[in-house]
């Protein structure tokens, strides 16, 4: 191989040959050996040129042996390869390969944290600023399909967007084949800015069970304790989940899922499992996103209606903001609004119980609030939520109906009217 230095082009002459210790030779018209490392090509005599012509630079022949390896001269001058220093080269060169990333060498630790659990539907962009604003400090986007994002559906990728309120923010992808989940990933690293991404697994097919995916570089695992059968038919299984922080490795965090619905849930797994790294809050704050200022201040907030009326007032602002102020934005954050009231209903006010906390799995019959207000959250009636809607964003449109897409709020009375 002979490189031009006039064009950057490199020609080969096919005559270039290893010998056996591993020298370089090259055969021209004259029938001189070239030397492997480089050797200068005479010019032509000044007296044989014209004297303007302009001295051109030497040409070299380059060597076929890869440059990583170093080179040793002989007593004759050849230069011989050194073939164990090559082979410890070529193996650091590969392990230097599959170094990790700066970025993926990040770990974040989880524990203590107050982690709002990624919410399909209801956990959108504005709800997380209104958990962000009662003391949440992990939040995480709405579950996105993974084949969604490779076809580039622009609301799928909506759903990985980031409030700047959001300093600890992950997003949730899920997919049935490895090489659509790593297209995924390598995608969201590229065009988003997250800090880390939560990987759906909650299948309980073969293929997924059984393995410790703590040595396939995961740094953390939420163990929800509930099977696919069960869904919220019945309470979270606490006593599995604290086995399995027991027996992760000290380098797998361990974060538990399922009903917590007061500080005293969380104080109580806390302790009865140190080993934990942190209990994550779903429904819980889909029901009540105040219970994050109640766990980190440590009480049972008998928040009065008006109070909640200014937190729903708050997320009708946050929306407004996110999903536009015209007729389609407003009515945009009104069927949102409407989602989240179908289980913000479910609250029954500390001042009203005989037990409490109030358990999150507890079915209240229809009772009469402190105010009209109350009463009016209170209700199970789609027809009252639209109410609400209408007293922060006006009248809906004519001929408008509404029913909860999430069947787990187990209100069958949902109707319109």
Request: proline residues 4%.
């Amino acid at each position: 191989m002979v490189e031009n230095e006039n064009d950057g082009q490199i020609a080969d002459n096919d005559a270039g040959d290893v010998d056996g210790n591993g020298c370089c030779g090259a055969t021209g018209d004259s029938g001189n050996d070239l030397d492997c490392a480089a050797e200068v090509l005479e010019e032509d005599k000044p007296g044989e040129a014209d004297a303007t012509d302009e001295h051109r630079p030497p040409k070299k022949t380059k060597c076929s042996i890869d440059e990583t390896c170093s080179v040793l001269v002989n007593d004759e001058g050849c230069k011989e390869n050194e073939p164990e220093t090559c082979i410890e080269n070529i193996v650091e060169d590969n392990d230097k390969c599959l170094k990790l990333h700066p970025r993926e060498k990040k770990l974040i630790d989880f524990r203590e944290k107050l982690y709002l659990a990624p919410l399909t539907t209801v956990g959108n962009l504005p709800f997380r600023q209104v958990c962000k604003v009662l003391g949440a400090d992990v939040t995480c986007g709405e579950m996105a399909m993974c084949t969604n994002l490779l076809q580039g559906q622009a609301s799928e990728w909506a759903l990985l967007r980031r409030h700047s309120s959001e300093d600890l923010f992950g997003v949730q992808i899920c997919g049935a084949y490895p090489d659509t989940v790593a297209r995924t990933v390598e995608l969201i690293e590229q065009n988003c800015t997250v800090d880390f991404i939560d990987i759906n697994m909650g299948c309980p097919i073969d293929i997924v069970v059984n393995k410790d995916i703590g040595n396939w570089g995961a740094t953390a695992v939420t163990i929800h304790g509930r099977t696919r059968q069960q869904r919220y038919s019945k309470l979270a299984d606490w006593e599995y989940i604290y086995q399995c922080a027991r027996a992760a490795p000290s380098s797998l965090q361990v974060l538990g899922n399922g009903d917590v619905f007061s500080y005293l849930d969380w104080n109580s797994h806390k302790a009865d499992c140190p080993e934990l790294s942190t209990c994550m809050i779903a429904r819980g704050a889909l029901i009540k996103p105040w219970i994050f200022t109640e766990i980190k201040e440590q009480r049972h907030w008998d928040i009065s209606s008006g109070e909640r009326l200014d937190i729903l007032k708050d997320y009708v602002r946050f929306g407004l903001q996110h999903w536009g102020s015209d007729s389609k934005g407003v009515e945009t954050t009104r069927h949102f609004l409407l989602e989240w009231l179908s289980y913000t209903c479910r609250y029954i006010p500390v001042g009203l119980l005989d037990v409490i906390p109030q358990r999150i799995n507890w079915r209240p019959p229809s009772y009469f609030g402190r105010d009209d207000l109350e009463t009016l959250m209170a209700s199970d009636s789609a027809a009252d939520w639209i109410r609400i809607s209408e007293m922060l964003l006006g009248k809906v449109p004519s001929g408008f109906t509404f029913a909860p897409k999430h069947k787990s709020n187990a209100y069958d009375r949902a109707e319109n009217g």
